[in-house]
């Protein structure tokens, strides 16, 4: 489909030109050729994961020459707002170029994707590992002490939210901060945070007022916490999807103490920036979502014309034909709600209303129908389609995966549901 330079807007399209060809020539030139010279590292779980099912060290180094190499040719941070080190390029940007890169790149070039975390790229910072929004309400010291190594790629931050009895609902959340002095001590545990395993800092929530959390009014915190630091303890790693390692993980805090200036932005008021970070997830992965789709279109086409199949090409064949087109209708869809969203996101600044309903709307539909699109090609693929020599199954698993973190499909219903009943009922 051509049809991209349609729908990117005028203000914004020498940009995302710019960014989409330079980001291609700089994956083409610097990444390609590391994961040739990696070889079989990569491609084979059994080499690429120790016994505890982290990452080798040749690959957490790896990984981090490509964040910084992106990061020194301007890439890494484009999306994070100026003040953490970024670019603060806007959200429609991001999606045009998010969607460029998976579409070219796919679901399973490991150095690209699942080798990170299902999430997004080492090429590019996301909330769950690199400079956010979430940490722009950060003290000064941490701004001059953390975010520059965190901004160019060196440096890595997980957001640790989830306990293992509180995903969906957050304000079930056990981990407590306790003023002491000129310090906080945090005590508790997390699970299911992206990123831990390798993180060298940690955005942990944490109550800090028993009262507001009883209402759900606030009381929860979010704190600047160093891995390395006494008190801190990384558990382990939670492979999901048949993977035999991965980058989910689970630490807890024992007397965990953190200087009062690592406390983020305003005490007891650490939900909004929970929020922030989840809402930029959400749209970032709906992003990728597009791309993923667009590639596993292209490759379905590909596939259809050379396949013979009784004497034809199966893209001859109607009920074929559907599969492809169907696929073209979920992207065509997505996209345009996609970027629909990310307008409105663009506004808040000025509104300061974030458009929690569609973004709600724009995750569940993207990562619903990226499942329902891989299906298909693997399905136009007959049996090719299932064999780890093609990126679609690991496609159909990060897909299948997507359902869960930054919402469920049920919590983003939900959400959509309680913003109509509130009478957001306008489209
Ligand atoms: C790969 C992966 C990466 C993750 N990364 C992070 C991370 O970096 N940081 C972090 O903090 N967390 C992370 N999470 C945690 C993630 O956000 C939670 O797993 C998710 O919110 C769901 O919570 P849960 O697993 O406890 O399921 P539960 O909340 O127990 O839900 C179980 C089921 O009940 C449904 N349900 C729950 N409440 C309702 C309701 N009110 N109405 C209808 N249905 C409901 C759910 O939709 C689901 O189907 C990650 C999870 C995964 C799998």
Redo the contacts with the bound molecule.
């Keep these: 489909m051509a049809a991209a330079d349609v729908g990117i807007p005028e203000d914004i399209r020498d940009l995302v030109k710019g960014a989409v060809s330079g980001m291609h020539q700089f994956v083409d030139s610097e990444v390609l050729p590391m994961e040739q010279q990696m070889g079989q590292v990569l491609v084979d779980e059994r080499k690429f994961f120790d016994e505890r099912g982290r990452a080798v060290q040749e690959i957490i180094d790896a990984k981090r020459q490509v964040r910084m190499k992106s990061a020194r040719a301007g890439y890494y941070a484009m999306f994070a707002p100026e003040s953490v080190g970024g670019d603060g390029l806007g959200v429609r940007s991001m999606v045009f170029v998010e969607e460029a890169l998976y579409r070219r790149y796919g679901p399973g070039r490991p150095l690209i994707t699942w080798a990170k975390?299902?999430l997004t790229q080492p090429t590019i910072a996301s909330f769950?590992d690199g400079p956010s929004h979430m940490l722009v309400s950060v003290s000064d010291s941490v701004r001059k002490d953390y975010l520059p190594a965190i901004s160019a790629g060196e440096k890595m931050v997980?957001?640790?939210?989830?306990e293992a009895d509180?995903?969906?609902?957050v304000w079930g959340i056990n981990t407590r901060a306790k003023r002491d002095g000129d310090d906080w001590v945090i005590n508790g545990s997390?699970q299911?945070?992206?990123?831990s395993p390798y993180a060298d800092y940690a955005v942990v929530f944490a109550i800090t007022n028993d009262d507001l959390m009883a209402e759900r009014k606030g009381g929860i915190s979010a704190f600047f916490v160093e891995t390395a630091a006494d008190g801190y303890t990384f558990d382990g790693v939670l492979p999901?999807m048949g993977h035999q390692g991965g980058d989910?993980g689970s630490m807890s805090f024992d007397n965990l103490r953190v200087p009062a200036d690592r406390l983020i932005g305003v005490q007891d008021q650490g939900f909004q920036i929970a929020m922030l970070g989840i809402s930029e997830g959400r749209i970032s992965i709906s992003a990728n979502c597009i791309g993923m789709c667009g590639y596993a279109l292209d490759r379905s086409l590909e596939y259809a014309q050379q396949r013979m199949s009784f004497g034809k090409p199966i893209s001859e064949y109607q009920a074929i034909q559907f599969m492809l087109a169907d696929m073209a209708i979920d992207i065509f869809t997505m996209k345009y709600m996609v970027l629909q969203t990310a307008a409105l996101v663009e506004t808040f600044p000025q509104t300061g209303r974030l458009p929690v309903k569609e973004i709600s709307i724009a995750k569940a539909y993207a990562v619903e129908k990226t499942q329902e699109c891989y299906d298909r090609a693997i399905q136009v693929h007959g049996g090719m389609g299932l064999t780890n020599e093609m990126p679609l199954n690991e496609g159909f698993r990060v897909a299948r995966?997507l359902r869960?973190?930054?919402?469920?499909?049920?919590?983003q219903r939900?959400t959509i549901a309680r913003q109509m009943l509130r009478g957001d009922t306008v489209f």
């Design positions: 975390g299902f769950v997980c957001f640790a939210l989830s509180a995903g969906s609902d997390k299911w945070i992206t990123n999901v989910c995966t869960i973190p930054d919402g469920t499909g049920e919590i939900r």
